[in-house]
Structures are given as C-alpha cells and as structure tokens.
C-alpha cells in the first residue's frame, strides 16, 4: 500500500483569502463560495464535454492542452477500475497506477472514495489532504468529479486560508468602519458584496452591555442572540472570555474550535479582538 505525503456592543472579524467571493444563504448560515471553487466547477465541465465527445481516449488531452488547465488547477482523469489515466499537474506522476489504495498524509484512501461516489451517484466531490506546491505543504484540497461512460472527470482546489497578518488588518479595518460611522460599519459586516467578507475572513459584532450579537458576516441567523452563552464544540464560552480578557485588558488573543464557512468544518481558529466603546472588536484566523 502506498502513502502520499504531497500534502469575533463586539466586533470579531473571524477569519481568508483576499480575493472576491460570492455566498448564498442555507439554513440560517452563509455558505461562502469563493472564487477558487468556481473557477474548478467551470474547468471540470470543460473536460467532461471533452469526454463526452471524445470518449476516454480524448483524456489524453487534459496534458498537452492548455484548455484543461486554468493556471493553478487542472483536470485529471481516473478509471472507474482505479487506473489513473492522465492529468495535467503534478498529479502526472501517477499516470498508469492503479490508485485505490494510494492513501493521503492521514491514511484516508481518497481516490477509493471518488470512485465509490462516482459508481452511486455519477458525480460529487471528495476531501483530502495534499501536497500543495504553492507552499511546499500537505493541506486540506477539494476535488469535484463527475463520471463519463467508465472514465471519471475530476478538478480540486486548495480552499483559501487567511493568514494571522490579514485577520489583524481587517481588524484594524472593522475598526476605523465603526469609529467613523457604527450603524454603516455593521451594515457592511452583513454586506456579501463588501469586502468585511472575503472567504473564511469575516466580521461579527456583541455588544458588551447586552450581550447581543450586533452582527455576524457568517452566520447572519446569530443576530440579536446572546454571544455569551455561545460555546464552541469542547464547550468553552468563547465570547464571555473574549469580553472578560477585553474589559480587562483593552484587547487579547483567543485559541479555540471554530466552524470555518470554507470547508465547512470545525477548526482550530485564533482571534484578535479589541474593545471600542463598549463594543467587543476581533479578528480571527484558522490554523494551518
């Protein structure tokens, strides 16, 4: 068997990347869908028209063909048998292996996963951890696929990731927004056009005196609710010792689990946070 290593009155401003994004509502939360995916879901079914007009031998083309790869992500393809067949990226090393039992960085038989998806349901999408050549780091990645005849058609991304040097600056940011105007700065934490949401980076607002979520640019559904009695999945009271570090101190720093609006899953996240007249300012980060 082989293994691959390629591998938060308050203002929290919890948090990604800096490039556009779009976002739908989806059961009282933001689902943020971000550039990068969108970008894989159009160049996935660019190759699928291919195979589907050219039959398996058109695959060999996602290699000499600039069509199938839109600079940082390109398409592959993969037998239904588990052949991997070609692929324009790094990926290539694989051509002629069979890849059910390749493992990632944590042991997760990912390609088995596709294929078994695949032969279900004809398409979806499979997560992993891979070896991300921008950074020289195994990380979280996002593959779509869709199967063709006996051929499955498949893009991934790395979901962006904020830095703790952004997450401090659009803290800065959400700052100066409230100072200047504070009903307009909190209009603007909700905006999904504004740039106080950029992917897994975004702002929300408690105020000090209530407790209430003032504004939340992830989960708009936590407005007007009680911040302090919130608790992340290891059942801490996140923002009540955000507020008691801030009215101490005037500012402070917060390690804790957190679901990030990306992946969709429960992360370890760091925040910076701020008191502003009487508001709770943060902004965080999620660790890589």
């Known amino acids: 068997m082989k293994t691959l290593v390629y591998s938060f009155a308050a203002v929290l401003v919890l948090g990604a990347a800096l490039s556009p994004h779009h976002a739908a509502a989806q059961g009282g939360e933001i689902v943020v869908k971000n550039v990068l995916e969108m970008r894989a879901k159009d160049l996935l079914a660019i190759a699928v028209r291919h195979i589907e007009e050219h039959g398996e031998a058109g695959a060999e083309d996602f290699a000499r063909q600039s069509a199938f790869v839109d600079r940082d992500l390109y398409a592959y393809a993969v037998r239904t048998d ?11 090393a694989l051509v002629g292996d069979n890849v059910l039992d390749y493992r990632d960085s944590e ?6 996963e596709m294929i078994d998806i695949a032969r279900r349901d004809g398409e979806g999408a499979v997560e992993y951890r891979w070896f991300n050549p921008a950074d020289s780091r195994g990380e979280p ?6 199967k063709v005849g006996e051929v499955i058609v498949a893009v991934g991304y790395y979901p962006p990731r904020a830095t703790s040097i952004q997450a401090r600056a659009l803290l800065e940011e959400a700052v100066k927004a409230l100072d200047k105007d504070r009903q307009a700065g909190l209009r603007r ?3 999904l056009n504004d740039s106080f949401i950029r ?12 407790g209430r979520f003032l504004a939340h640019g992830a989960t708009p559904s936590l407005v007007g609710t009680n911040a302090f009695t919130l608790k992340d999945p290891r059942g801490r009271l996140i923002v009540r010792e955000m507020a008691d570090v801030g009215l101490r101190e005037g500012k402070g720093e917060l390690d804790y689990l957190w679901r990030n609006p990306m992946t969709l899953k429960f992360e370890s996240k760091h925040t910076f946070f701020r008191i502003v007249d009487g508001l709770l300012v943060g902004v965080g980060s999620y660790n890589r």
Do not use: H, M, P, W
């Open 141 to 146: 990645k996002v593959t779509f696929f869709r």
């Open 189 to 191: 934490f909700q905006d």
């Open 107 to 112: 042991g997760k038989a990912f390609f088995r």
């Open 82 to 92: 588990g052949r991997f067949l070609v692929s324009g990226g790094a990926s290539a």
């Open 199 to 210: 992917n897994d980076l975004y702002v929300f607002v408690v105020e000090l005196g209530s």
